[in-house]
């Protein structure tokens, strides 16, 4: 675990003449801003070798220099839960999420989150920023995540996850037929009437791009390999569903299970009974934070998507050879 939190950034021309703390909570945006005070106060946060006060203001050009003992940024209580681990060191733990688990406490999900279950498996996540987590998965998503174990870790990760140099592959199932992959290069935010969900905007929204390409065509359905180059909420099923291909079994961006003509009651079953959006996180590549060598994870299909499939292949026969 680290000993030290270090860090130093130069405010920049756009942050000129603001407060000392507001200043801290843009260019240090892993702690909160009352972490960020109390610091300010000890003289753990200094501006060009002097101490100050949070609301000092603080010129461009300046150095902030962070130097404090790791402390607990998190609340959450461990709860001792079981854990797909796939890998893990003094740096990283990388898991198989299973559809069903939320990742992080929040309204509505106090506890029995993946963070709570990751806290007790490694309490020192309780120093890390958000227990250690750097990209989610929706609840009812399910496949491979990476956790920072370490201050450093976290930091690098985030940084790679900026820089769009991580690299993530997924197993959709779309509703309908596609004849050819493509990419998505759609910007999103919140949708501007239902607050709850994403949606493609033509103005205000956020850069967001997805690559897909057709790994098995169905007659009616087809199974997709995604990879994200953005990394928005909802990003595959916001995208899918604007490219009129929703996911099976997404309630929120595709509605109502949709029937084939003439479909057999094995498969009308299949559709109507699954119980999730049909999106599984199968991969995932990266550069390690330690050793700074590339490194590649992989998980299996879960058994919900694997019969999902194993029905279509018999009840909605391939219309063409797929790879």
């Known amino acids: 675990m680290d000993q030290r939190i270090e860090m130093a950034a130069i405010v920049p021309l756009e942050l000129d003449g603001e407060r000392l703390d507001q200043i ?5 945006s892993d702690y ?3 972490r960020l005070q109390n610091w300010i106060r000890a ?31 998190i609340s959450w209580r461990a709860q001792p839960m079981a854990l797909d681990i796939l890998y893990e060191d003094d740096s990283i733990i990388v898991l198989d999420k299973p559809a069903g688990l939320v990742v992080h406490p929040a309204a509505g999900h106090a506890d029995g989150t993946l963070v709570n279950a990751l806290l007790d498996h490694a309490p020192e996540l ?5 227990g250690g987590i750097v990209h989610r998965l929706d609840r009812d998503t399910s496949g491979i995540m990476v956790v920072a174990r370490t201050l450093t870790a976290h930091h690098d990760l985030v940084a790679q996850l900026q820089a769009r140099t991580v690299s993530r592959e997924y197993c959709a199932v779309c509703i309908g037929a596609m004849t050819g992959g493509g990419t998505v290069d759609a910007p999103m935010g919140r949708h501007p009437r239902q607050r709850k969900k994403m949606a493609v905007l033509a103005a205000g929204g956020k850069p967001a791009i997805t690559h897909y390409r057709v790994a098995t065509r169905f007659r009616h359905h087809t199974r997709i390999v995604v990879n994200l180059e953005t990394g928005r909420t909802h990003q595959i099923r ?57 490194v590649q ?9 694997r019969d999902l499939l ?3 292949e018999r009840e909605d026969p391939v219309a063409s050879d797929g790879q």
Request: net charge positive; proline share 12%; glycine share 8%.
């Open 32 to 34: 909160s801003r009352s």
């Open 297 to 305: 994870f992989a998980c299996p299909l879960p058994d919900d998507l």
């Open 43 to 73: 003289g753990d946060l200094q501006v060009d070798g002097k101490r100050c006060r949070p609301r000092d203001k603080v010129t461009a050009g300046a150095r902030l220099e962070l130097a404090a003992d790791p402390v607990a940024e």
């Open 24 to 28: 801290a909570a843009r260019l240090f």
């Open 126 to 130: 309780a120093c890390v920023p958000r």
């Open 238 to 294: 916001v995208h899918m569903a604007y490219r009129r291909f929703p996911l099976v079994g997404d309630p929120v961006y595709g509605g109502r299970p949709r029937i084939p003509p003439g479909a057999s009651a094995e498969l009308i079953a299949a559709l109507r009974g699954f119980p999730r959006q049909a999106l599984h996180a199968r991969a995932l590549e990266l550069v390690h934070p330690a050793s700074g060598e590339p």
């Open 310 to 312: 194993a029905v279509l």
